[in-house]
């Protein structure tokens, strides 16, 4: 007889578990709601919005099952990050290639998490402060959407800081 997964926080773990169920009636009954024939533009855009948190949510369960925090067993972090790769919206994606490229993203040296988020966010004027702080609490990934403008633009800063230099050894 297969065991039960077992959870790998014991204490808060369940509340992994909530968020599943939130992303996928989020997303359920965002979709549905917005194909209703009698609704409003305004409720379809709530709707949307609605669908929009649940895959969000949904995006951070994958990265969670990529890391085999959830469960204890590797098996049953695999299922929870498939099932949250097509709540995400990404059903074509193969998870384990999810995984394998996330940790491996983590291994690289131009890795985004050599950035220091927390120095920038204490670091950061009063108003993004409270925008970084408001919005990763409502999960919406602020922080790590600078980080990625930051490696967009990292190697346009990189080679301006080059010629830079250049300019100054003539
Ligand atoms: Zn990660």
């Not at 995984?99 to 998490?113: N, P």
Request: with cysteine; charged share 15%; net charge neutral.
């Amino acid at each position: 007889m297969t065991r039960l997964p077992q959870l790998r926080d014991q204490k808060e773990g369940h509340k992994t578990l909530i968020a599943f169920m939130y992303a996928l009636l989020a997303d359920c009954l965002g979709i549905l709601w917005m194909i209703h024939p009698t609704s409003s533009i305004f409720y379809g855009l709530v709707a949307t919005v609605l669908a929009i948190h649940g895959r969000i949510i949904a995006a951070y369960l994958v990265h969670e099952a990529a890391h085999d925090s959830v469960f204890v067993e590797s098996w049953a972090n695999r299922y929870l990050g498939i099932a949250s790769t097509w709540l995400a919206g990404c059903p074509y994606c193969n998870f384990d290639h999810i995984r394998k490229m996330h940790i491996a993203h983590h291994k690289d040296r131009t890795d985004l998490v050599e950035f220091d988020y927390r120095s920038f966010v204490q670091s950061s004027p009063g108003i993004v402060k409270t925008l970084c702080c408001v919005g990763e609490y409502c999960f919406i990934p602020i922080v790590e959407t600078f980080m990625h403008l930051r490696q967009a633009f990292l190697l346009v800063y990189c080679y301006h800081n080059t010629i830079n230099i250049l300019i100054r050894s003539v």
